[in-house]
């Protein structure tokens, strides 16, 4: 019997992944492997650096933890990161598209799989959506600078701005996911090029926000340093925790990965390491440069060196916002398009949707649905309804895949593992407890979309995936060892 496969039936049976060799992954899949490391790990802080220091550092700051901002940081860091090791160990065993949705297939069962790789489906596409309507914002406020007019009805979607009734549609986060969309369907080596340079081109701003910055720090501002006491630290670090999970959509990438087993592991840690640094640094910069009161909750950093007389740095800031926070929206709509894929590939949803391009190799029918839904979602829905599609799916998946990695380690302690999580079984109890704390901070309203979300999913996995899954004894099982 396979390692990891079982006599379990129904919703608790398991892929027997350890069956599959990589060779026949890539023929099955058709994906291609093409991305190294550093590529991994761009991919991994296009995901993590964005809103995080561009948007949600400034507001924090001001309203929540004062310069204690950089502990909220750290303390949400430490906690992804025990999540991050156990999404390292499962992507130095198991180097299959799927992420989350794979682990738990493998571990917990086709139940527990179904239930995270439909949740992520809605919640990696309203990321997207959410990211674009954010990205729009900084570029009308450039239009504005360089004194252009556009008509009202492009700049927002209905109800988004109650001052502003003649709003019809984003017109620009619509047309940008549609446009990350084609650059994905170019190929994932071309896209991955792209990826790579504007990320690159985000640190560098970051660093030169540091790097300037830092001769403007005046130490007085430091004090008091937790004006909002230990509960504000706690409550931004609920808030900011969003900024510091890009690396799970970074191990959707498994099988485009020039040797996953090795390189997946490093990436995810790599990704997380300098994310936190550059957060820390800059959060230690803005609030030495301005007081916490007076920060910006906007536009901080802009702010910030627009009161010390560099207003051309705050310009730079705002054009490397909407490029940095564009590689988000590439990274997460990326991973959907491969969580989409995998589950087609596996049979839980039809497998018209994971064909893959003979030219190009990537799934590109998923690619362009994902990027035409993402987009009306951007051209339609305010970023407060957008934005509460998005954050509980991700932390559930945390929790599942934390607790597979316990699972899978006594399960089957010989399995050959490129990477192994420390502090077994404690670090990854410590991912789990501090995803499903942070699920107690999300509103009702979120709760119960996402219930709704999940009854539909339960409808559509007992009328159609239970029985065309490759596990199912009415296909035979025939597909067990190849798929996925």
Known sequence: MSILGTSATGIFRRKPVDQVEPEELEEGGGLQR????????????????????????????????????????????????????????????????????????????????????????????AIVAVVGIGISGYFGFLVEQIGLNLPEWMLGAPGSDPDQPGRVVDLFALVLCLLIAFVLTRGVRSAARIETFLVWLKVGVVVLIVGLGVFYVNTDNYTPFLPFGWGGVFAGASVVFFAVFGYDAMSTAAEESTSARKLLPKAIILSL????????????????????????????????????????????????????????????????????FSMSRDGLLPEWFAAVSPKHRVPVRVTWIVGIGSGLIAGFLPIAEAAELTNIGILLAFAVVCTAVIVLRYRSPDIERGFRTPGMPIIPLIGVGSSIWLTTYLTTVTWLRFAVWLVIGLVIYGLYSYRHSHLSPAAGGKKSAAGS
């Open 34 to 125: 093409v991305l190294g490391l550093w590529q991994l790990t761009a991919i991994g802080i296009g995901g993590i650096i964005g809103a995080g220091i561009f948007s949600l550092a400034g507001a924090v700051a001001n309203e929540k933890a004062g310069p204690g901002v950089l502990l909220s940081f750290l303390i949400a860091g430490i906690a992804s990161a025990c999540a991050a090791l156990s999404y390292a160990e499962f992507a130095g065993m198991i180097p299959k598209a799927g992420s989350a949705y794979t682990y738990g297939y493998v571990v917990l069962g086709e139940g527990v799989g179904w239930f995270i790789g439909w949740d992520l489906l809605l919640e990696y596409t």
């Open 273 to 340: 390491v300098i994310s936190m640094v550059l957060y820390v640094l800059a959060c230690l910069v803005l609030t030495g440069m301005v007081k916490y009161s007076d920060v910006d909750p906007e536009s901080a950093f802009a702010q910030a060196f627009e009161s010390v007389g560099l207003p051309w740095i705050a310009t730079l800031i705002s054009v490397g916002a909407i490029l940095g926070i564009a590689t988000v929206m590439w990274t997460f709509m990326y991973a959907v398009t491969r969580v989409w």
